[in-house]
């Protein structure tokens, strides 16, 4: 988040705190607060049961769970302080809330960043008998920033020894100082092999470049490259980035390297771009030129990956905030502010040399269905709220509205080569200047064969083919689309209403 924007929030949190503080833990605690049932509360994604979430954090496989950490700020509905939620998952679409996992301290407010497990207790921190799960943050401290220093931002860690329930900061935080730069956050760690070694390795964003950082305990850290090619995208401060290795479709392993950006997306605001390329323990390079986009909508922002996935799971699994730092503190809802993304796997598609990044819907959202339906025409009319379609085009151009009698739709269709997501009359709009509009992918050579659309309350995220190009989108409509009309499709088409995970 840009530092202007922040202190604005920060500013604005801080007067919404003292001004209705209790007006706040009252709606929280006394109305129908928080019962999951509020106007525009999202169906089948996480959101915290109160108050303001942005980034997923520190998202690790640990004993049979998924855990989701999150930045939260436990005291208002706008940014303000953050700390670390909690929630965790057997199967990636339900949730558990559990409490904070990591407070401020007198190092800072703690921002985002990831979570390892130590099997071999490199870090000394656990016991053989008892490895521990590392979490890897970073300290944002307001009264440097404030005070208008530069090094105002460092790493430090903490440590679980009971499957991520409680947590004990490490007594010589930070482990990573500050060289000065004002932006110097999120460090998402991985164990990865180099000549035949595990070493741990530390993505890092600072300022405009992927700085990257070996380990050998999680404590000790050697700087050991930068990455910032000339042609990529600079529209505003790098964040939140994510290395992870994947295979391509003929075999050979590939790097990615995710780095998120804020402004300067496709739709406006925030985004995350990526890198396809290699990494040789040292130094990440592509052939690449091109900035690729990993969804094109507004609203997948601050996403990366789990760690520790068993092998024979295979996946690389991945899920984003939905929001945008263009209106995320405005969005019209009351209770609770934002949303994670549906959980994805990411996997590589393309041709050799030129490889792109898909991600598309684990298979373990199949059982939010509850009816499948058949359908065909032009006007199907929807009788419940939550759903999946899944549609065949079978001409060259092709329209969708989902709509209401009060005259709201979203409106997805293919026109002059672009895929056009058009919120401009979703529902409410108005509360900021930027949400209203028409996002754009360009389609390149890409054959539309079949479209995935899942429609919760507040949401909607569109996949093309195996999710070859997403588009993700927030939506705050007054009353429910009752209505889809179809324009470009075959017959078989498939309308799958879904429940409520909540
Ligand atoms: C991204 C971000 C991170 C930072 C966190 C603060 O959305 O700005 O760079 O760590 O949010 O909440």
Redesign the pocket.
């Known amino acids: 988040?840009n530092q202007l924007v922040k202190h604005i929030a920060i500013a604005s949190a801080l007067f919404l705190v003292f001004s209705c503080q209790n007006d706040q833990s009252e709606t929280v605690s006394e109305s129908s607060g928080n019962t999951y049932q509020e106007p525009h509360r999202p169906q089948f994604h996480f959101s915290p049961k109160a108050n303001w979430m942005?980034?997923p954090n520190g998202m690790v496989y640990f004993e049979g769970e998924y855990h989701l950490f999150y930045?939260y700020y436990p005291d208002s509905t706008v940014?303000g302080p953050?700390h670390w939620g909690h929630a965790v998952s057997t199967d990636l679409v339900h949730w558990e809330h559990l409490p904070v996992a990591l407070e401020p301290d007198e190092l800072g407010w703690i921002?985002?960043g990831s979570a390892v497990f130590d099997a071999e207790n490199t870090s000394g921190l656990g016991t053989e008998d008892n490895p521990p799960l590392v979490a890897i943050y970073?300290y944002h401290d307001p009264v440097g920033a404030d005070a208008g220093r530069d090094d105002f931002q460092t790493q430090g860690i903490a440590f679980s020894l009971d499957k991520g329930r409680t947590w004990k900061k490490y007594e010589d935080n930070p482990v990573l100082a500050n060289p000065g730069i004002r932006d110097f956050?999120?460090p998402k760690v991985s164990k990865i092999q180099v000549e035949g070694r595990d070493k741990w390795m530390m993505s890092l964003?600072v300022k405009d470049k992927i700085s990257f950082y070996s380990s050998e305990d999680l404590l000790q850290w050697t700087h050991e490259s930068d990455f910032n090619p000339p042609w990529a995208a600079y529209g505003g401060v790098w964040?939140?980035p994510d290395l992870f290795p994947l295979t391509t479709p003929d075999g050979q392993e590939k790097w990615v390297l995710l780095v998120?950006i804020n402004p300067g997306g496709p739709s406006g605001g925030s985004a995350t771009q990526y890198f396809i390329g290699d990494f040789d323990g040292q130094t990440f390079s592509t052939d690449q030129n091109e900035i690729q986009w990993l969804d094109y909508g507004a609203d997948n922002?601050?996403g990366v990956t789990w760690s520790n996935i068993p092998a024979s799971d295979e996946r690389t699994l991945f899920i984003g905030w939905m929001s945008n730092?263009l209106y995320a503190n405005v969005v019209p809802t009351e209770v609770w502010r934002s949303a994670t993304t549906l959980p994805r796997e990411l996997f590589l598609w393309g041709k050799s040399p030129e490889w792109h990044l898909a991600s598309r819907p684990v298979k373990e959202l199949e059982k939010l269905r509850k009816s499948s339906h058949e359908i065909s025409g032009d006007t199907i009319l929807l009788e419940e709220e939550l759903v999946e379609l899944v549609l065949t085009p079978d001409e060259e151009t092709f329209r969708i509205v989902f709509n209401n009698s009060e005259g709201e739709q979203v409106i997805l269709e293919k026109a002059d080569g672009m895929l056009i997501l058009d919120r401009t009359q979703s529902g409410l709009v108005d509360f900021n200047v930027r949400f209203p509009a028409r996002h754009q992918a360009p389609l390149g050579e890409l054959t539309v064969q079949r479209i995935r659309i899942y429609l919760d309350r507040s949401s909607i995220e569109v996949f093309i083919n195996e999710g070859e190009l997403v588009m993700t989108d927030l939506l705050f409509p007054q009353h429910r689309y009752t209505q889809i009309e179809l324009k470009g499709f075959a017959d078989e088409n498939r309308l799958h209403y879904l429940q409520s995970i909540w």
Request: proline content about 0%; charged content about 20%; hydrophobic content about 40%.
């Open positions: 988040m942005n980034d930045q940014w953050m921002f985002s970073t956050r999120d964003a964040e939140c998120s922002y601050a730092w």
